[in-house]
């Protein structure tokens, strides 16, 4: 029997020393290294996304505003199979079907629950796009910065530089206040478990990946001795920091 290649993940560099930042690329990249499923990571600038899913085969994500197709990462293409998936959830649940003699990510009983939960906590993140699309802005590389600001700002019709967009004095305390609310919901949540710092407990799943795909994003762009996220650290006793400390052997970029 032949041995099992490395499943090719395809995501977004950055400038950074960690390479890694999208937080959608990075819900992925938990699974894999909690599953601990070889893989490798492609690197895709922002320009050649389209053109990276359409020679793989992947399907579009979702669609633009003029009804075209938007193709997103992550993608992910396994040699041993032939699949090409998109989409974080999708990848997920691709991952848990076809390598099942890993840890699960969806105990017996948990899928409609973890859905619920998730499209939840997805709908509270509305207000951060103010704080995080400069801070993104600022991280990437020439191609990819050149295009994630002529795509933004086309669709939000105004600068999304730092100058221009980051919120400032009265504005920036009630929108960063608002979003410490948002996640004061999802702790309340998490708190009703008598015990254990995951949305399960004591066992990790897949949406305390979602939950951390989000919170390594945050600390990544704004960069882990800002104001921003030294403050987001100290949020709710401390859980979002912890949750990536928690998860911290999985973190490994491969």
Known sequence: MSAQQEIELYDIPSKL?????????????????????????????????????????????????????????????DPNTGAVISDSPRIAEYLEANYPDTPTLYPPGTHAFQAAFLDAFEDLHLKVSR?????????????????????????????????????????????WKGWKDDWAVVDGWIRKNPSGDFVFGETITWADLVIAGWVIWMR??????????????????GRWSKLLDNLSEYEAIH
């Not at 390479?19 to 290294?33: D, G, T």
């Not at 020679?55 to 003029?66: F, H, Q, V």
């Not at 990544?220 to 006793?237: L, P, Q, Y």
Request: one cysteine or more.
């Open 131 to 175: 704080f995080t699309l400069p801070k993104t802005l600022n991280i990437l590389n020439p191609p990819s910065y050149t295009f994630f600001k002529e795509d933004r700002e086309r669709r939000r019709g105004r600068s999304i530089l730092m100058e221009d967009f980051y919120p400032k004095g009265q504005e920036k305390e009630e929108l």
């Open 220 to 237: 990544i762009v704004f960069g882990v001795d800002s104001e921003e996220w030294k403050d987001m650290a100290t949020w709710h006793g």
């Open 17 to 77: 020393p960690i390479i890694a930042w999208s937080p959608n690329v990075w819900k992925a990249r938990y699974c894999f290294n909690y599953k601990k499923i070889p893989y490798k990571t492609i690197w895709v600038e922002y320009p050649d996304i389209q053109s990276t899913c359409k020679r793989l085969g992947a399907e579009p994500t979702s669609t633009n505003s003029d009804g075209t197709p938007l193709y997103t990462l992550p993608i992910i293409r």
